[in-house]
């Protein structure tokens, strides 16, 4: 199986900027598409971000898109999550997770592997 750690995670002011990482162990991560997913109390796992296996396709959801930007080093076994103009209302647990097909995907049912999640909260 894949291992997912996510890490970057804390505690920032509204307007602030932070950096996830989401480091891959146990299989090939450079054939897996990865995506970002966040969970707020209460809430429904929410899509944030995902990214092909190349690197070539990426997509943010409505409400981080222009604010945070995915990415990946496949040398180095790493997908990140730049997350900058934070607010308040980006405060959850953040998951990463892969999709063995290499395809990026906004459904959180096509991925096959996940993290245990890294919280960010931000204050107002």
Same mark, same amino acid.
């Given at each position: 199986?894949? @291992?997912?750690?996510? *890490?970057?995670?804390?505690?920032?002011?509204?307007?602030?900027?932070?950096?996830?990482?989401?480091?891959?162990?146990?299989?090939?991560?450079? *054939?897996? $598409?990865?995506?970002?997913?966040? @969970? $707020? #109390? &209460?809430?429904?796992?929410?899509?944030?971000?995902? /990214?092909?296996?190349?690197?070539?396709?990426?997509?943010?959801?409505?409400?981080?898109? &222009?604010?945070?930007? /995915? *990415?990946?080093? =496949?040398?180095? =076994?790493?997908?990140?999550?730049?997350? =900058?103009?934070?607010? #308040?209302?980006?405060?959850?647990?953040?998951?990463?997770?892969?999709?063995?097909?290499?395809?990026?995907?906004?459904?959180?049912?096509?991925? =096959?592997?996940?993290?245990?999640?890294?919280?960010?909260?931000?204050?107002?």
């Amino acid at each position: 199986q894949v @291992q997912l750690v996510e *890490s970057g995670g804390g505690l920032v002011q509204a307007g602030g900027s932070l950096r996830l990482s989401c480091a891959a162990s146990g299989r090939t991560f450079s *054939s897996y $598409a990865m995506g970002w997913f966040r @969970q $707020a #109390p &209460g809430k429904e796992r929410e899509f944030v971000a995902a /990214i092909s296996w190349s690197g070539g396709s990426t997509y943010h959801g409505d409400s981080v898109k &222009g604010r945070f930007t /995915i *990415s990946r080093d =496949n040398a180095k =076994n790493t997908v990140y999550l730049q997350m =900058n103009s934070l607010k #308040p209302e980006d405060t959850a647990v953040y998951y990463c997770a892969a999709e063995l097909y290499g395809l990026a995907s906004r459904g959180r049912y096509d991925y =096959n592997y996940w993290g245990q999640g890294t919280q960010v909260t931000v204050s107002s």
